[in-house]
């Protein structure tokens, strides 16, 4: 069955710093991605997928992603954080073409 | 709507009797999902309908779980004999046929006493 890891459990960043979020998963065939971000009080928000062609894939408020298949890894990026990207981020993988299998979460902190 | 809706937002309720929380999918929408969170994880599967049929019920954790979607368009998730390890939240979301993006709804928080 499909899984997916997400290593850190919390991190911290200071704000103005950039950010990366790491996810592994596990999939025989070519996976459809997902990063989603939960804050408090909030639905899941969609960030970005990932489905085929170019690897690195662009989403909203300035995030993107890298899919490298040869480490089975989805990390989620972002140049320079903002106080309000506190939240917390969940990576997906599809499986069976339908349901959404994530991860525990990375909860992010952002420091003054 | 503009958005997946559930009721209610917070339902508190004894071990033992049974519950109903309801999903208002995106208008249009074909698939509609039930999810559980529970605190400090990720959601998890519940069961994916697309139009009126289940299509996928393998994430229901036991019989004491059901999901019906009579119209194909609004649905109910009901528990009976609730437990103390049901509390969590519970999230339905909808997309334009299974696969596509899924667009979620606020949660549904139940606790059991």
């Known amino acids: 069955a499909q899984s997916v890891t997400q290593p850190d459990i919390h991190i911290t960043v200071s704000e103005g710093a950039s950010l990366e979020l790491r996810c592994n998963y596990s999939y025989g065939a070519t996976p459809y991605l997902f990063w989603y971000v939960q804050s408090p009080g909030q639905g899941l928000q969609l960030l970005l997928k990932y489905f085929s062609g170019d690897t690195l894939v662009q989403g909203i408020k300035g995030f993107e992603a890298e899919f490298k298949r040869s480490q089975s890894s989805f990390n989620l990026r972002k140049p320079s954080v903002h106080w309000s990207d506190a939240a917390e981020y969940f990576c997906a993988v599809v499986q069976g073409g339908t349901a959404l299998i994530f991860g525990k979460g990375t909860t992010l902190s952002v420091s003054s | 709507g503009a958005g997946v809706s559930q009721t209610p937002s917070n339902k508190v309720t004894e071990k033992g009797k049974y519950v109903e929380l309801r999903c208002d999918p995106i208008?249009?929408?074909?698939?509609l999902y039930w999810y559980r969170q529970s605190l400090g994880q990720g959601p998890e599967f519940l069961i994916y309908?697309?139009?009126?049929?289940?299509a996928d019920d393998s994430g229901l954790p036991n019989d004491r779980f059901f999901a019906v979607r009579p119209e194909g368009s609004v649905s109910t998730l009901k528990i009976q004999r609730t437990e103390r390890g049901d509390s969590a939240v519970y999230l339905c979301a909808s997309s334009w046929g299974g696969g596509n993006e899924q667009f979620f709804g606020p949660g549904t928080r139940l606790t059991v006493l």
């Open positions: 208008s249009g929408h074909t698939a």
């Open positions: 309908f697309q139009g009126t049929g289940a």
